[in-house]
Each structure stands twice: as structure tokens, then as C-alpha cells.
């Protein structure tokens, strides 16, 4: 059954709420598939487009620095990957990102050979079997569909923590420890084993590489809205959704002083989990479903940013890394962002401060944040403390999740479609699939798949087939 009447005049009315990655990909995708002219309207609550990708500046020096998403996972090597191809498509130049130094008290360990120096024999015996278990856990093919089913099932299995408990060795636990934590924006015991072992192995280029794009990262969302038919409203909070089976649906939307109410056939809530909470959802079916939908994905993690420009370029690390990971604050990944993005006689240092740290020291002040993280510089970087000509802070807590998929993945129908009676209502997130900015694109482009095939009979492509998990195996 179509979602809405092919022989009405009008184009069909598509809503989609929220203007960060999520919404973006899923109107790229959506005007690609359409057979048919559509009624694309993007809801933003902010005066930008681009959520959490977000490329900032220092105003001391028109210096650039991420003070959101600072990676995208490079996938290529193992198989097809659309967003890396959809980042070439738009001409944008890729930088690639590399680091392999954890510093555990103030020793930088880059190898094997590091471990036995450090730690000894046991810990080297530890780690590798550590390693073995890891990578039979999830083969690189697995960690390439990390999406779908079937690995989610076999990973998933319990805690991390229990997985991490094998290694009795003190420091070896310490040192795998930091490594995952310094990307992860919750504890590493308290994730699944799936999520904690794709977090341990995405630090091996077997598995996935990472890069950035040249100039900024959130020049993306600026490619992607350039190519959009859309039409985008920002500062338009949707605030409340509302429609019975089979009807229409309407949004309620605030725009400063402004409230208006109006209809769509089809509506993708392109939100992250923490904003649900603040959308009302009319009707007693469709707020328990979304209640349902929001309770099993409601794992909030947290991240904390911050960037400092220095007067003076940031000496070269080993192999010319972008980042290394420090032992402070739990584990917490130091990037160095003149490398991805170089900016001549200046320099950028940006900390990633995840999980429980991210949450107790977003209390403090900018000044005193910025004391701690300089605090926790390396020797080779020490000397940067006497360059800081600005410094910049972004609290991200509670803004990701900490158990993309929940404990057990529910059905991807489900997933996407949390009310299968209101059948114009659909959802798209990271927090389906993996935390990223892959996972939101494979949900995007599962939801614009599954609307366009269902609605509007379009071009489909093999993959495309409605209903049988479209791009699950795609990741
Ligand atoms: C510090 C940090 C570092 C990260 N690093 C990486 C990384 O290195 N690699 C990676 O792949 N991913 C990373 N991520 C995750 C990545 O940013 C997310 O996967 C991505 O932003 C999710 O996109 P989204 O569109 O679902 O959500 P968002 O980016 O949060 O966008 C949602 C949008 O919806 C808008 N909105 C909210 N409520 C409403 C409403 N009621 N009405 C209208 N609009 C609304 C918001 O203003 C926002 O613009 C990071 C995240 C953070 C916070």
C-alpha cells in the first residue's frame, strides 16, 4: 500500500526533522531515488545545518578546528564504501589519519616490542591472546556489516567488561584500556562486547582506516545542502508529532514566537536520542510506541572538546601521527589538528574526553579545563603549554550513544519504523547501527530506500528491495 495517493496532484509532502548529518544524508538520498518530484522540507531547530559535524574557528588567527566529528571510517579496503564515495562524488580532498602511540604513564608504547620494554613477557603473552580473541570475535568482513544482525547477535554477547577481565595482567588491561577509551564516549566495561571489540579493533588498518576532509569536515554538509532541491527551515523546532494509523501526520513547529501546525504524508525523525525527549508525541498509540523506541535506545554517552591554538607549529610526532592517545582522563585521544589541516606559523591541539570524564569535568569552567588538558601533555609536547593563544571548550554530554543498538538489536523494520501502524513515520540515527557517521548514513539511505520503494514505486535497485534489511549488510 502506497503511503500516500499517486493520483493527488500534488507531490507527496516529506518532512524530515533535524538538519545534522542524519537529515542531510537521507535528503541526499531521497532526491537521488525519487522517481517523482517530492516536497522535501528540512526542520532545524538551530540557525545551522550540519549537528554535530562541526567545523569552528578561532578568532585569534582564522585558524579551523573540529569541534565535533573528527574522523570518518575508511571502509574501502574491505568492500564498497558509499560515504567515502559520496565524499569524492562532491570533490572534496581527503586527508588520511594515523596514530598508533598510547601514552601510559608518560611511556609512549607503539608495539609489541614497547610492551615487552615496558611491562614484560606476561604482559606481551596477554595482549596477544587478548588480540587472537579480538580478531575471532569479529573478522574485518564482520566489522564492515557491523549494522546487521547476525554479527550484532554474535558479538554482542555481555559485557565487555567480562572480555576485558581475561586479561589479568594489570598494566596490559591499563594500556587496551586507554587505547579504547580514548575514542569511546562511555566506560569501556559497560558497553557491549561487540561495541567494545569494533572500538579495540578499529585501531588496526586491517579493519578500517580514517581520514578527514581537507579544510573541515563540515564541508560535507555544505556540498550536500549545495546539491539539495529541499527547501530547509532553520530555527523550526518540531515540538510535537501527531496523526492516528493511516492518517496523515502533523507536525506542530515553533519558529521564535511562531506556532504553526502542518501536515505531511511521510515524516523521518532524523534525531538523535537525547532530542526525543523533547518532542511530544500525540495519541496514545503513538506515544507508547515511541516511548518503547526511546527507552531501548536510550544509553547516553558523552563527549567533551577542547581546542587551543598555540603561536607556533606543534612539533612533529612519530610517523607524523594525527593524534595519540594519552592515559589521562580515563584514556582520551589528543589530536593534532595542524596535521590533518595545516595552518603555518600556528599550531591546534584538540583533546577527546569521553565517558565518565567528559561528564564531571563538563562542570568546570572553560579556564579550568583548559588547565587540566594542558596539564596532561606529554614530554614531547610539554612545551606547547607556553604557546596557547586561545582556547575553545564544546560540552557534548549526554549527545551519543553509548549502546548503538541497544542491548538486543530490535528488527530493522522496527528500528526504523517504531510505530508500524503509522506507516509515513520513520526515524533515522547513528544510534542504530554504530555511534557514526557511517551508521547514520547506512540508516539514511535504509529509510530513504524503504520510503521510495514503498511510496513511490521508483527506481530500485537490487539492494533496494523493501523490506529484507536493504543496507544492512552495506556498512
Ligand atoms: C565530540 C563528538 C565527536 C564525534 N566524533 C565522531 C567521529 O570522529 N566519527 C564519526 O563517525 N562520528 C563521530 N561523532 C558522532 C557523529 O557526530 C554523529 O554520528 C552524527 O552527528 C549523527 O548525526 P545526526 O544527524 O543523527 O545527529 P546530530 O548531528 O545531532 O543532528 C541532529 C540535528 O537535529 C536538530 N534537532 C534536534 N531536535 C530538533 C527538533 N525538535 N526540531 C528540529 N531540529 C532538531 C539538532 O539541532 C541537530 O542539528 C562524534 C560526536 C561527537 C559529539
Known amino acids: 500500500m502506497s503511503l500516500w495517493s499517486s493520483d493527488s496532484n500534488r507531490p507527496p509532502r516529506v518532512a524530515i526533522v533535524g538538519g545534522g548529518p542524519g537529515g542531510l544524508f537521507t535528503a541526499w538520498h531521497l532526491e537521488r531515488l525519487a522517481a517523482t518530484p517530492l516536497s522535501l522540507t528540512i526542520f532545524e531547530a538551530t540557525s545551522r545545518l550540519g549537528g554535530k559535524v562541526c567545523t569552528a574557528s578561532f578568532t585569534a588567527a582564522d585558524v579551523r578546528y573540529e569541534a565535533g566529528a573528527a574522523e570518518l571510517y575508511d571502509y574501502s579496503p574491505v568492500g564498497h564504501d558509499p560515504l567515502k564515495d559520496l565524499v569524492r562524488q562532491v570533490g572534496l580532498p581527503m586527508v588520511s589519519l594515523g596514530g598508533s602511540v598510547v601514552f601510559v604513564a608518560g611511556r609512549p608504547i607503539a608495539n609489541l616490542d614497547d610492551i615487552v620494554e615496558a611491562y614484560g613477557e606476561e604482559a606481551r603473552r596477554e595482549l596477544t591472546s587478548f588480540d587472537i580473541r579480538a580478531r575471532s570475535g569479529i573478522t574485518p568482513a564482520e566489522f564492515y556489516g557491523s549494522g546487521s544482525d547476525h554479527v550484532a547477535d554474535a558479538a554482542a554477547g555481555g559485557r565487555f567488561a567480562a572480555m576485558l577481565d581475561g586479561i589479568s595482567c594489570r598494566k596490559a588491561r591499563r594500556y587496551v584500556d586507554v587505547m579504547i577509551h580514548s575514542d569511546l564516549a562511555t ?66 513547529l515553533r519558529a521564535g514566537d511562531n506556532l504553526q501546525v502542518e501536515e505531511f504524508d511521510v515524516v523521518i ?4 536520542i537525547d532530542a526525543f525527549k523533547r518532542v ?14 526511546v527507552e531501548h535506545h536510550d544509553h547516553p ?82 612545551a606547547c603549554r607556553d604557546h596557547v593563544v586561545e582556547s575553545r571548550v564544546h560540552r557534548w554530554t549526554g549527545a551519543v550513544s553509548a549502546l548503538p543498538g541497544g542491548w538486543v538489536r530490535r528488527p530493522a523494520d522496527l528500528r526504523h519504523r ?13 544510534y542504530l547501527y554504530d555511534s557514526t557517521l557511517n551508521g547514520v548514513f547506512d540508516s539514511a539511505e535504509h529509510v530513504a530506500d524503504w520510503v521510495t520503494a514503498e511510496s513511490l514505486g521508483a527506481r530500485l535497485s537490487a539492494r533496494a528491495t523493501p523490506f529484507i534489511k536493504p543496507t544492512e549488510a552495506s556498512h
Open 187 to 252: 566506560e569501556v566495561g559497560e558497553t557491549n562486547c561487540g561495541y567494545g571489540l569494533q572500538n579495540y579493533l578499529m585501531n588496526d588498518p586491517a579493519y578500517m582506516r580514517l581520514y578527514c576532509i581537507a579544510g573541515g569536515n563540515e564541508q560535507l554538509m555544505h556540498a550536500i545542502t549545495a546539491r539539495l532541491a529541499a527547501q530547509v527551515r532553520l530555527g523550526t523546532v518540531v515540538t510535537e508529532v501527531a496523526g492516528g494509523p493511516e492518517e496523515t501526520l502533523r507536525l506542530c
Open 269 to 272: 525523525l532524523a534525531l538523535p
Open 280 to 293: 511530544r508525541f500525540a495519541g496514545t498509540t503513538l506515544a507508547d510506541a515511541m516511548r518503547r523506541h
Open 301 to 382: 554517552a558523552h563527549y567533551l572538546r577542547v581546542s587551543v591554538l598555540l603561536d607556533r607549529p606543534v612539533p612533529s610526532l612519530p610517523g607524523d601521527d594525527a593524534y595519540l592517545m594519552l592515559d589521562a582522563f580515563g584514556g582520551t585521544c589528543l589530536y593534532v589538528e595542524s596535521a590533518r589541516d595545516p595552518c603555518g606559523s600556528h599550531g591546534v591541539l584538540g583533546w577527546l574526553l569521553g565517558g565518565a570524564a567528559a561528564v564531571e569535568m563538563a562542570v568546570l569552567s572553560d579556564e579550568a579545563l583548559v588547565a587540566a588538558v594542558l596539564g596532561s601533555l606529554p614530554a614531547p609536547l610539554a
Open 418 to 430: 517504531p510505530s508500524p501502524v503509522h506507516r509515513g513515520l520513520f526515524v533515522v540515527g547513528d
